[in-house]
């Protein structure tokens, strides 16, 4: 098309944009439990080292390409080299998939948040989630079973998140940006101060942070330190990509990376402290010890755990919906910047408008999400399919995109270089290092190890055939749709047929 390219009015609006769709759904259910189960105090080291020699060098890579090539990822990955267009159609995939069901967590929040007045749940939370709530059906199957109460929040999570959508970089993403982080900034500061002052709180927080360091020996301990910081940053599934490319041309990047990767394990530092005071509570309303209610983490702590905390502790509503208030406007600047790159990369090959590209993507991924998992069976179907895009999607694209741009295409160079034009911290060879060595062996060991247990043990007790589809074929599928997706070519009307334009 013959119009310009979006853009965000400022870099601030992009940094917020950018710092939205970090913080989500892993900074406040995931952190806390894979700190606690990997070290406590001393996961710190393995996470800093993790951020520092592999996040954040990811993250200006993405920023690099989107930046360098003003494109959404396939049509980046395409201006940087002709073959490299399947790359970033892989991503876009991984997106299509993640959005389906990270909308469904949403709606059950939402639902939560109204459950925390009326405690629906009784004195039985879990009965409540998986009984009366989700309707969870006793075999692991596919089917279309509806479930009304998870039904309707759903679309309307779909219809907001559209929406916003439709309405533009500046004028729909970074406008729900400026509104929903301040908001979900101030519920979580007021949520965390509230759990510090429930009693039993200092002994969940000794818990979280009393200091393993045998842990330190252990590799497990290394690699989930590194997949919580990939998982939590965004990076290598292409949304960095399309955010940096509505950029304007003189931009700090790695000025502006730093903050957002900050303030994202920021975030989850205070997520850790807030979460673990409220467990804290709870062991000391069961006389129990910490390690005993502590859980797992996920899915059970929010909507099992928080609600059996919710209805013991003092101004428990409140509790609830700053809490499941959080979960939700965290998740849906998440979600958006997620949905946004496929609209982004539909609209760069079709060459079409917004508001055309938003419903010819939005429309058929809302019902896929809509049809397959408010119902009976949708709860295994989430648990599945979330572990496989995370394992074999994310963690593969990553490790793919770093060994092709490093030692396929040898862009390293040029992408730094280009980085360095307008940035105030400079990329060199340390650079380089982390992201052409220490991120693929790394990234390497941690797909191998995982493939293996997933082989050897299956997934959590799933029947086979349901895991080789929905986890093995889909993570498969994923791959063969992202090459059939780069065969089709790109329309005259296109941005690929255009020259990279200055803004
Ligand atoms: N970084 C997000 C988080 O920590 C992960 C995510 C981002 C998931 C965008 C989906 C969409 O939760
Ligand atoms: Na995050």
Redesign the pocket.
């Known amino acids: 098309s013959k119009h310009k390219r979006e853009t965000w009015s400022t870099r601030k609006v992009f940094i917020l944009a950018a710092i939205g769709s ?3 759904l ?2 406040i259910w995931r952190f806390p439990y894979v700190a606690y189960e990997n070290g406590g105090g001393a996961f710190i080291i393995p996470y800093l080292v993790a951020l520092l020699f592999a996040g954040i060098p990811l993250l200006f890579l993405d920023y690099a390409v989107g930046h360098k090539f003003r494109g959404s990822a396939p049509l980046a990955y395409r201006r940087l080299h002709r073959r490299a267009e399947g790359l970033g159609w892989w991503q876009v995939a991984i997106c299509f998939v993640i959005a389906v069901y990270y909308a469904v967590i949403i709606a059950w929040a939402g639902m939560y948040m109204i459950f925390s007045f009326t405690e629906a749940w009784g004195d039985d939370p879990e009965g409540f989630f998986i009984g009366q709530f989700l309707q969870v059906s006793e075999n692991v199957n596919i089917g279309f079973d509806f479930v009304p109460g998870v039904l309707v929040p759903l679309v309307l999570v779909w219809a907001l998140v559209l929406f916003v959508l439709a309405a533009g970089v500046q004028k729909g993403i970074g406008r729900a940006n400026i509104i929903f982080l301040p908001l979900l900034l101030v519920m979580f500061l007021v949520l965390v101060v509230q759990a510090l002052f429930l009693p039993g709180a200092a002994d969940g927080l000794d818990a979280l942070f009393t200091p393993n360091w045998a842990a330190l020996a252990d590799t497990g301990v290394w690699a989930a330190a590194f997949g919580q910081i990939f998982f ?2 965004s990076v290598a599934f292409g949304i960095m990509v399309t955010y940096a490319s509505y950029l304007k041309r003189r931009t700090d990047l790695t000025g502006s990376g730093y903050v957002v990767a900050f303030s ?1 394990s920021g975030f989850e530092i205070l997520a850790g402290i807030g979460v673990f005071a409220a467990v804290g509570f709870m062991a000391y309303s069961a006389g129990a010890p910490v390690n005993e209610v502590a859980g797992s983490g996920g899915i059970g702590l929010a909507f099992i755990a928080f609600p059996t905390i919710i209805s013991q502790a003092p101004l428990g509503a409140l509790l609830g919906v700053l809490f499941f208030g959080s979960l939700v406007f965290a998740g849906l600047t998440s979600l958006i910047s997620i949905v946004e790159v496929i609209i982004s990369a539909v609209q760069d090959k079709l060459g079409l408008r917004r508001v055309p590209a938003t419903m010819a993507v939005g429309l058929p991924m809302a019902l896929v999400s809509i049809l397959l998992f408010p119902t009976t069976t949708g709860l295994n179907l989430l648990d599945v399919t979330d572990a496989f895009v995370n394992n074999f999607g994310i963690m593969a694209a990553a490790f793919v995109a770093v060994l092709l741009l490093t030692y396929g295409f040898r862009a390293l160079p040029m992408l730094g270089g280009h980085v360095n034009e307008t940035s105030s911290i400079k990329l060199g060879r340390g650079w380089r290092i982390m992201v052409g060595i220490v991120a693929p062996v790394v990234l390497g060991y941690i797909l191998i190890n995982e493939l293996i247990a997933r082989i050897q043990e299956g997934y959590n007790e799933m029947p086979a055939w349901f895991v080789g589809v929905f986890g093995w074929g889909m993570a498969g599928a994923l791959i063969v749709i992202a090459f059939l997706l780069s065969l089709i070519p790109w329309s005259s009307r296109s941005a690929a047929t255009h020259p990279v334009l200055d803004a």
């Open positions: 970090a913080v989500g892993g900074n939590s940053l994202n």
